[in-house]
């Protein structure tokens, strides 16, 4: 947290990064902060990137970005990581193989014992394991091959892996597989052999297309985010077993759109989750129920494509950020208890050309 003063007045504001596709001129890193009592978003620098930032997270006191590669060059794309302030930015490690474009990643402890980082090519069909030593990046050590489509032509026309990130109850790690209606488990071995596992992977509707999963703090329930047919499945998980409890739409199917759903966030204490519905253009607000089921409560409006939405609670307010790619702006938003819950739009926005991706800057100093 972080206090700024304008006109002698102290502000409490917290910071965040967005990545930028852009142009040539607009591409990088911007960095932002939101007033947490007001909800005002606050520019503070941009950073250039010579390719387009896609996908980034905290690792302790850096930030891991993965790079779309743009050019077709074996020296384009890759993952870097970044030692963080809550404005600058400063290059620690870069690995890269073949100029591979990871769209998602994550490692496999924290700052002081993570060995390993997994990403996901959505583009080739792999999964990929890289060294972690001394806290850098160091080379790649392992890898999968996916294969086979699913039922949809065009969007499932390849395997198109999304997400990667470990259990929160056992040293495996779980693969959205878009393009084939599955859910990957698989063993990460100490040399960066990743072996698949068959018996507790599983399938799921045909059609529904998993792009994302979450779990709540205990561990005992997951989310999955189905990008093809807008919609959210609710598992009861334990020791390797998921059971299906509830399947809800991601918005009111009242009229049908051309959606995707892209991301999904609980709030700080778990009792509400948020959804981007690409499309339809909206964040929706549902409620977290005690068995962990949800029930829908509002939408609000967004600016084209919505992508990526990030969740501050301080002062005894709760902000959200959401970034709209093709409406080149992100933009704040306010959750009211009014009507058992609702999500309003605040008058503060701030133009970003093409973000695609909000992370909060995470103080580890």
Known sequence: MAFLFFGGKRRITKAFFVNSLGNNQTRGIYTFQIDVENGELIFKRHFSTPTDPFYSFNFGRFVCITYRNRTGSKD??????????????ALVSRVTDQGKTYVHACTNGDLDTADKLIAVDYYNGELSAFRIAKKKLVTKIGG????GKGTVPVKQALPYPTFVDYLPDQDKIIVCAMGLDKLCLFDVQDDGTIVYDNVHSFDVKPGNGPKKVIFNESGNRAYVLNAINSTIDVYQYENLKFELLQTVDTYPKDDEYDNEPTDLKFNFDQTHLYVTNKGHDSLALFDVEEDGTLTYLDFEDTSPDPVDVLVYNEEGNEWTVVACQKGGIIESYQYRKEKGGMVVETK??????????????????
């Open 76 to 89: 384009d794309g890759g993952i870097c990581s970044y030692a963080a302030t809550a404005e600058t930015l």
């Open 144 to 147: 999968y091959q996916f294969s």
């Open 348 to 365: 503060f926005s701030c133009m970003v050309n093409e973000p695609v991706k909000l992370t909060p800057f995470v103080n580890k100093f």
